[in-house]
């Protein structure tokens, strides 16, 4: 039990639903992470919180949209997706996002979405 | 190169020593982890080392760090059944807000 939960923890849906990804943290951290594991790739970091503020998206396809309402909270919501969206979605949070100091991040257990 | 570097698979006897090598990218990076993916599971930090370390210890973890060659290794001792699992090695540059991972070492542990 890391203080990371995700919900929900399997999703199946067809190209043409909305869903959304849910992701709590029970830290007090104030940054959070949407991480994408996908097989035989590195973690590929898509969006950075900090302080419920939007710091870094790396180049995401906008049929994905994170939502931060607080600091605890952390969504991805998910329409018209493509079968290669198919992937373990991973949340993290840590203290903050200050560069060159130790950050640990933590993450919840993943949601595996499967888009038919 | 911008990817960490790791291999993909390594098999080991229980009660033998695994090591994991790992090479990243940036020589400024100031925190280097290990985590630890078991299956169906999300990512759990092992241990970690700063980068004015060149060796540090915690039970039967050995991180050893060769700043000039960039690279990074994991040794378990005694490695058991239950350290069977994905390891990732990742890095903390002194850019950007979050941490470059490896693609994993799937461990397997046979009795």
């Known amino acids: 039990e890391t203080g990371v939960t995700q919900t929900p923890r399997h999703l199946v849906m067809g190209m043409t639903n909305k869903k959304s990804l849910k992701c709590e943290q029970h830290l007090g951290h104030n940054a959070m992470y949407w991480y994408k594991q996908s097989a035989k790739k590195p973690l590929e970091l898509m969006f950075v919180?900090?302080?419920?503020?939007?710091?870094e998206n790396n180049s995401v396809p906008s049929r994905f949209s994170p939502e931060c309402p607080n600091s605890s909270h952390l969504f991805l919501h998910l329409h018209t997706l493509q079968p290669e969206d198919s992937a373990l979605y991973l949340c993290a949070s840590s203290q903050d996002v200050t560069a060159g100091v130790y950050n640990e991040q933590f993450f919840g257990p993943g949601t595996r979405l499967t888009v038919l | 190169g911008e990817d960490v570097e790791q291999s993909l698979f390594l098999s080991v006897r229980e009660g033998d020593s695994s090591v994991i090598n790992c090479t990243y990218t940036?020589?400024?990076?100031?925190?280097l982890y290990w985590y630890k993916q078991e299956p169906g599971a999300g990512l759990q930090l092992l241990t970690y080392?700063?980068?004015?370390?060149d060796m540090k210890q915690d039970q039967r973890l050995t991180v050893l760090l060769n700043k000039k060659d960039k690279h990074l290794s994991l040794r378990i001792a005694d490695t058991q059944t239950g350290d069977s699992a994905i390891y990732f090695c990742a890095e903390r540059r002194n850019s950007g807000y979050a941490l470059n991972f490896g693609k994993g070492t799937s461990l397997l542990v046979t009795p």
């Open positions: 080392i700063f980068s004015n370390m």
């Open positions: 919180y900090s302080l419920e503020e939007r710091v």
């Open positions: 940036d020589s400024s990076s100031t925190y």
